[in-house]
């Protein structure tokens, strides 16, 4: 290496001093508008997508995937904040007029700032994390509705539940929580397939 290109890599490193917060500014902004829209996007999905959904989920689960979506959600905001804070440095701060103040300033400013986008990272990892965990709380907790579900009508009244089989003796239906029932063929009138049943019996 020539003692030109020594000199060159100095004099960048010694500009580098002076560039280094305004660079660190930027990178705040990218991580401040990518964990806005992330918080924006779990509070869009939990309001659209919310109690419908999770009508199948056993209550310890339902409760379990709420309290991880709002955790994951005041991560994301905490996030944000951060970044904000790293990317525009507290409000009523003083102008330095003095260089060496200013370079004290600037010193200090840099490492909050890069602690800051340090623990907004954190956030933004840990709260997309906590929103997979409760999907897969979900996912794992919900009921499988059954594939062939119909609604039989008897000479009694209706039942409704999942299709095992039919024959002369009948239609056997799983109702009730998993009960096998026999409904005898000469009481049939209809058997009409459903999405779901509302209610069992």
């Known amino acids: ?15 580098l001093e ?3 917060l305004p660079e660190l ?15 924006a996007l779990v509070a869009v999905l939990v309001t659209l997508k919310g109690r419908d959904d999770l009508n199948q989920v056993p ?7 709420g309290a991880l979506v709002g955790l994951a959600f005041l991560l994301l905001v905490a996030g944000s904040v951060l970044a904000v804070r790293a990317a525009h440095g507290s409000p009523g701060e003083q102008v330095l007029l003095a260089g ?8 200090r400013e840099i490492v909050r700032v890069t602690r800051s ?18 999907v897969v709380v979900v996912w794992t907790t919900t009921d499988a509705q059954p594939d062939h579900l119909v609604r039989v009508v008897t000479t009694g009244g209706e039942r409704c539940g999942e299709l095992l089989g039919s024959g002369p003796d009948g239609v056997v ?9 026999l409904l005898p ?16 019996g």
């Open 117 to 134: 986008l340090r623990y907004a990272a954190v956030c933004c990892v840990t709260g997309v994390a906590l929103v997979t965990a409760a």
């Open 185 to 200: 063929g000469r009481t049939v009138t209809s058997v009409v397939p459903v999405s779901a049943c509302a209610s069992a």
């Open 59 to 65: 209550d310890a689960a339902r409760q379990t995937a």
């Open 100 to 107: 060496q103040a200013l370079r004290d300033w600037t010193r």
């Open 25 to 39: 500014r930027r990178q705040a902004e990218g991580w401040r508008a990518g964990l806005t829209g992330l918080a």
């Open 173 to 181: 239906l799983r109702a009730d929580g998993g009960k096998r029932t």
């Open 1 to 15: 290496m020539s003692a030109q290109s020594d000199r060159r890599w100095a004099q960048l490193a010694r500009e």
């Open 18 to 20: 002076f560039h280094q």
